[in-house]
Nanobody
Framework: QEQLVESGGGLVQTGDSLRVSCAAS????????MGWFHQAPGREREFVAAISQSGANTYYADSVKGRFTISRDGAKNLVHLEMNSLKPGDTALYYCAAARSTVQLRNFWAIEYWGQGTQVTVSS
């Protein structure tokens, strides 16, 4: 059974760093571009970052450029999101997702798999 499972969320203070991870199982990890999205209470889910199948290409939302880094480990079927200089506005449920291309992830189009999410809370 195909599954994405996020981990690593938690409560941190403004300016802190945190890494969330996503473990993929039951799917051909190398076939998929991977992405991270977040959803704050009362708001729609938003794109955060995406990485291509090879890891050579990465994309970020303007709000996180220079602060967040997405990476993937093909040997372990993991994708990570390193978050630095966290702000209260980053507080949200963070979801991992898989699609056939980074274009699909960035445009919320034909995303094949979603994780259940991990909560990140940044206190002021």
């Amino acid at each position: 059974q195909e599954q994405l499972v996020e981990s690593g969320g938690g409560l941190v203070q403004t300016g802190d760093s945190l890494r969330v991870s996503c473990a993929a199982s039951g799917l051909s990890f190398s076939v998929y571009a991977m992405g991270w999205f977040h959803q704050a209470p009362g708001r729609e889910r938003e794109f955060v970052a995406a990485i291509s199948q090879s890891g050579a290409n990465t994309y970020y939302a303007d709000s996180v450029k220079g602060r967040f880094t997405i990476s993937r480990d093909g040997a372990k079927n993991l994708v990570h999101l390193e978050m630095n200089s966290l702000k209260p506005g980053d507080t949200a449920l963070y979801y991992c997702a898989a699609a056939r291309s980074t274009v699909q992830l960035r445009n919320f189009w034909a995303i094949e798999y979603w994780g259940q999410g991990t909560q990140v809370t940044v206190s002021s």
